[in-house]
């Protein structure tokens, strides 16, 4: 779970940085709404994504004067095999709201959104993508 979940991030950071140079550049990474308030049997997986908040944070002050911005998507339910493959979900001990699910397409907008000029100010952010679930667990 960490090396797919977080040392990818890691690793991408750090082959970005050597590569973006003076230009500069965004780092959108895709953490979870897992990462700052979770369930059950998730641990691992949670605290991978709280982990990249933190490498977030860090890359943003790190590429502060090389102009590299880093900003972190929470995605919440998502109509993907994983959410509908998850143990949790197939076991009865958690479930969602088919209305609380959203599309792949709102995680791709609010990346584009943060990797375009719009978000030019917009650094070390965390951008919670959940159909409003955080406000509600």
Known sequence: MLRVDLLGAAFFTKQAFLRMGSAGGAIVNIASVHAVMTSANAAPYAAAKAA???????????????RIRANAVLPGAIDTPMLWNNPNLKSGAETIDK??????????????????????????????????????L
């Open 52 to 66: 990249m908040l933190s490498l977030t944070r860090t890359t943003s002050i790190e590429g502060r004067d090389r």
């Open 99 to 136: 209305r609380d699910v959203g599309q792949p397409d709102d995680i791709a907008g609010a990346v584009a959104f943060l990797a375009s000029d719009d978000a030019k100010f917009v650094t070390g952010a965390t951008l919670a993508v959940d159909g409003g679930r955080l406000a509600k």
